[in-house]
C-alpha cells in the first residue's frame, strides 16, 4: 500500500525514472541487459540527462564512477554586455581622440587669442593669490603650464582639453560610485557633451567656467565616493574636492551646501556628519582654500564689484526686479540643460514615462541637491537684489543633470540598448558639429565680414613692436586685456602691462625701462582714439609728459580674411628719461 501511495504520488525527476524489471540469474552472470547494474547505469544516465534538462547542478548519481560530472554552464554574455559602447576603456579612447582633435584644431586656426585666452596669457607673469573678479585655480594651472612648457598656443589649449577630459572622467566614476548597473555610467560621461556650455562654449573661449566644470564633477566624485564607501583616502579626496572647487568659480559655493543640506535631509544618511575623517576633510579644504581667502579679505570690494554689477539691478521697482531675476533663472536653467534632457529623453522615448515615476535613495539625493541648489538662487534673487543669471552662471548647479539622469535610468532597470546606440549616434554627430562650427566661424568670415578674435592680426603688431624695442629694455603698456595678453603671447620675453595693474598688486614703474611702447585699438577694429585720450592720465600720473611720444596708427588684414578688410591699431613709442 506504502509503495503503490508513493508510485501514484511522484513527481519531477523521479516520476520519469523506469520501473526496474525483476531480473533473471542468467541475465545476471551473463552481466547483460537485464542485470541490475546495468539497469540502475542506465537509469543513471536518464536522471543525469532529466537533471541538465531541468539546469540542475546536481544529481544524485553524480558518484558513480563511469559517469561524467557534467560540466558547469557557461554564462552567456548578452550583446550589451559585449558592446564596447558601455566600456569606460571605449568611452576614454574616443574622447582622449575627440579632445586630442579639438587641440589640433585650434593649432591650425589662426594665432589670435580669444578673450579668457588672452586674460590667462596675460596673468601668466605673476603667481599670485589672487588676480581680479575670479578665483584664481584655472590662474595658477596656467602659470605653471607656462614655466614647464613655455608660452605657445599648444600649452593654452592642451591646459584646457586636459580639464575637460578629467571632467568627463570623474562624471563617470562619480556615476559608477551609486549607480546599480556600473555600465550605465557611461550616460553621466557623454551627457557633458550635450550641454552645449560644456560642448561648445567652453571650447570655443572659457577658462574659469572650465575650472567650474572640472571642479564640480570632482567634488562629486569625491562626495559620492565619501558616501558610498568611506574611507580616510575618500574623506580626503573630499577636501581636496572641497578647496579646488572652491577656488574655481565663487558660485561652486552652492553646491556643497546644496549637499549638505540634502544629507541633514536623509536620515539614512546624515549619520555621515558624524564621521571623524570629515577634520580631514576640512582641514585639506582649509588649506587649499586659505591663501586665496585671505586675499579676498584684503580686497572683496575689487573682487566682487564687477560680478555684481553683472547680476544685481537698478531697478527701483522691488518686485519687478524679481520677476526679471525668476524669468532670467528659468531661461538660463532652460538654456543649460534643456537639450541634455530632451537628447536622453528621445534616447529612451519608450520607456520615459517609467523614467520619470523610477527612484532610489541615490535619485532622492542627487535630486535633492539640484532642487537645494536652485532654490538657494531663487533666495538670492528675492532677497539679494540679483535680476541677471546667465546660463553659465549655472554650471556648477546644473552639471548633476546628466548624472541625475542616469540614475534615473538605472533606476527604472532598463535594457540598454536602443537607448545607449542612439546616445551614442547623437554624440558623434556632437563631436562633428563642434569642431566643423570653431572651423567654419574663422573659415567663413572673410564671406560675412564678421571676423571672430582669433583672425584679428595680433601678430603683425607684435612684428612692429618687436622691430621698434630690438637692443633695447622695453616695456608694453596696453589699453585692454585682450591686446595686452595677445602682446605676451607673441613676444613672451618682454613684460607687459595694463594701466590697472592686477587686483592687489602695485604698478611696474616705468622708470625701470628705457622705452615704453603703447599700443590701443578700438574692439571692432576702426580707427582708435587719440593717444592722449587713452593714455594721457596715465602718463600724467607717472610724471611723463605725453607729447613725447610718437602715435602711429597702423593697419593690418585679418588672417584669413578678405583683401581690402583691415583692422588698425594705435603705436605710440616714447623713450624714457633716465
Known amino acids: 500500500m506504502e509503495g503503490g501511495t508513493r508510485q501514484g504520488g511522484a513527481t519531477g525527476i523521479s516520476a520519469n525514472i523506469p520501473r526496474c524489471p525483476r531480473p533473471s540469474i542468467r541475465g545476471i552472470a551473463a552481466g547483460g541487459a537485464d542485470c541490475p547494474l546495468s539497469l540502475l547505469r542506465r537509469q543513471g544516465q536518464s536522471v543525469l540527462r532529466l537533471c541538465l534538462d531541468r539546469r540542475k547542478l546536481t544529481c544524485p548519481l553524480i558518484g558513480f564512477t563511469n559517469l561524467r560530472r557534467p560540466a558547469l554552464p557557461q554564462h552567456k554574455t548578452s550583446l550589451d554586455e559585449q558592446s564596447w559602447m558601455t566600456r569606460g576603456q571605449s568611452l576614454f579612447t574616443v574622447l582622449a581622440i575627440y579632445f586630442l582633435a579639438q587641440v589640433v584644431l585650434r593649432l591650425c586656426l589662426p594665432h589670435g587669442l580669444e578673450l579668457d585666452e588672452a586674460e590667462q596669457t596675460y596673468f601668466s607673469q605673476w603667481l599670485l593669490a589672487g588676480y581680479n573678479s575670479q578665483p584664481p585655480f584655472y590662474n595658477w594651472l596656467q602659470y605653471g603650464t607656462v614655466q614647464l612648457f613655455g608660452m605657445s598656443l599648444a600649452t593654452l589649449a592642451l591646459l584646457k582639453n586636459v580639464l575637460l577630459f578629467c571632467s568627463y572622467l570623474f562624471s563617470w566614476l562619480a556615476a559608477r560610485q551609486v549607480i546599480?548597473?556600473?555600465?550605465?555610467?557611461?550616460?553621466?560621461?557623454?551627457?557633458?557633451?550635450?550641454?552645449?556650455?560644456?560642448?561648445?562654449?567652453?571650447?570655443?573661449?572659457?577658462?574659469?567656467?572650465?575650472?567650474?566644470?572640472?571642479?564640480?564633477?570632482?567634488?562629486?566624485?569625491?562626495?559620492?565616493?565619501?558616501?558610498?564607501?568611506?574611507?580616510?583616502?575618500?574623506?580626503?579626496?573630499?577636501?581636496?574636492?572641497?578647496?579646488?572647487?572652491?577656488?574655481?568659480?565663487?558660485?561652486?559655493?552652492?553646491?556643497?551646501?546644496?549637499?549638505?543640506?540634502?544629507?541633514?535631509?536623509?536620515?539614512?544618511?546624515?549619520?555621515?556628519?558624524?564621521?571623524?575623517?570629515?577634520?580631514?576633510?576640512?582641514?585639506?579644504?582649509?588649506?587649499?582654500?586659505?591663501?586665496?581667502?585671505?586675499?579676498?579679505?584684503?580686497?572683496?570690494?575689487?573682487?566682487?564689484?564687477?560680478?555684481?554689477?553683472?547680476?544685481?539691478?537698478?531697478?527701483?521697482?522691488?518686485?519687478?526686479?524679481?520677476?526679471?531675476?525668476?524669468?532670467?533663472?528659468?531661461?538660463?536653467?532652460?538654456?543649460?540643460?534643456?537639450?541634455?534632457?530632451?537628447?536622453?529623453?528621445?534616447?529612451?522615448?519608450?520607456?520615459?514615462?517609467?523614467?520619470?515615476?523610477?527612484?532610489?535613495?541615490?535619485?532622492?539625493?542627487?535630486?535633492?541637491?539640484?532642487?537645494?541648489?536652485?532654490?538657494?538662487?531663487?533666495?538670492?534673487?528675492?532677497?539679494?537684489?540679483?535680476?541677471?543669471?546667465?546660463?553659465?552662471?549655472?554650471?556648477?548647479?546644473?552639471?548633476?543633470?546628466?548624472?541625475?539622469?542616469?540614475?534615473?535610468?538605472?533606476?527604472?532597470?532598463?535594457?540598454?540598448?536602443?537607448?545607449?546606440?542612439?546616445?551614442?549616434?547623437?554624440?558623434?554627430?556632437?563631436?562633428?558639429?563642434?569642431?566643423?562650427?570653431?572651423?567654419?566661424?574663422?573659415?567663413?568670415?572673410?564671406?560675412?565680414?564678421?571676423?571672430?578674435?582669433?583672425?584679428?592680426?595680433?601678430?603683425?603688431?607684435?612684428?612692429?613692436?618687436?622691430?621698434?624695442?630690438?637692443?633695447?629694455?622695453?616695456?608694453?603698456?596696453?589699453?585692454?586685456?585682450?591686446?595686452?595678453?595677445?602682446?605676451?603671447?607673441?613676444?613672451?620675453?618682454?613684460?607687459?602691462?595694463?594701466?590697472?595693474?592686477?587686483?592687489?598688486?602695485?604698478?611696474?614703474?616705468?622708470s625701470s625701462f628705457d622705452r615704453a611702447i603703447f599700443v590701443w585699438r578700438r574692439s571692432e577694429g576702426t580707427t582708435p582714439q587719440s593717444f592722449n585720450g587713452v593714455f594721457g592720465g596715465y602718463l600724467q600720473d607717472e610724471g611723463i609728459a605725453p607729447s613725447r611720444a610718437q602715435p602711429a596708427i597702423l593697419s593690418y588684414g585679418y588672417a584669413w580674411g578678405k583683401p581690402g578688410d583691415q583692422y588698425q591699431f594705435g603705436l605710440a613709442v616714447l623713450d624714457l628719461p633716465k
Open 180 to 510: 546599480s548597473d556600473k555600465r550605465l555610467a557611461v550616460i553621466a560621461a557623454l551627457g557633458l557633451l550635450t550641454i552645449p556650455q560644456v560642448a561648445f562654449e567652453a571650447q570655443r573661449d572659457l577658462s574659469h567656467t572650465v575650472a567650474a566644470i572640472f571642479g564640480t564633477s570632482l567634488f562629486l566624485y569625491a562626495l559620492l565616493r565619501a558616501l558610498a564607501a568611506p574611507s580616510l583616502a575618500a574623506f580626503a579626496l573630499l577636501g581636496a574636492a572641497l578647496g579646488i572647487g572652491a577656488i574655481t568659480k565663487y558660485n561652486f559655493a552652492l553646491v556643497p551646501v546644496a549637499a549638505l543640506l540634502a544629507i541633514v535631509s536623509d536620515r539614512d544618511l546624515r549619520i555621515k556628519l558624524l564621521d571623524w575623517r570629515l577634520i580631514v576633510s576640512a582641514v585639506i579644504a582649509l588649506a587649499i582654500v586659505s591663501p586665496h581667502a585671505l586675499w579676498l579679505l584684503d580686497n572683496f570690494q575689487a573682487a566682487s564689484s564687477h560680478t555684481m554689477r553683472k547680476m544685481v539691478g537698478s531697478d527701483a521697482n522691488i518686485a519687478l526686479g524679481m520677476v526679471r531675476g525668476l524669468g532670467s533663472l528659468a531661461l538660463a536653467a532652460i538654456g543649460f540643460a534643456a537639450l541634455t534632457i530632451v537628447i536622453i529623453g528621445a534616447c529612451y522615448r519608450e520607456r520615459v514615462v517609467a523614467i520619470l515615476k523610477a527612484e532610489s535613495p541615490w535619485t532622492r539625493f542627487t535630486g535633492r541637491i539640484l532642487v537645494i541648489s536652485l532654490a538657494l538662487i531663487v533666495l538670492m534673487i528675492l532677497f539679494g537684489g540679483v535680476e541677471k543669471v546667465r546660463d553659465r552662471w549655472l554650471t556648477p548647479v546644473l552639471l548633476i543633470t546628466p548624472l541625475y539622469l542616469s540614475l534615473k535610468i538605472d533606476a527604472a532597470r532598463l535594457s540598454l540598448q536602443p537607448g545607449i546606440k542612439r546616445l551614442w549616434m547623437v554624440v558623434a554627430v556632437i563631436m562633428v558639429i563642434v569642431p566643423g562650427v570653431l572651423f567654419g566661424r574663422v573659415a567663413s568670415a572673410r564671406l560675412t565680414g564678421d571676423y571672430p578674435y582669433p583672425a584679428i592680426p595680433f601678430d603683425r603688431l607684435a612684428q612692429e613692436i618687436a622691430a621698434k624695442t630690438e637692443g633695447t629694455k622695453s616695456v608694453i603698456v596696453a589699453s585692454d586685456g585682450q591686446l595686452a595678453g595677445n602682446m605676451r603671447f607673441n613676444l613672451p620675453s618682454m613684460p607687459v602691462m595694463l594701466t590697472a595693474p592686477p587686483t592687489g598688486t602695485g604698478a611696474l614703474p616705468l
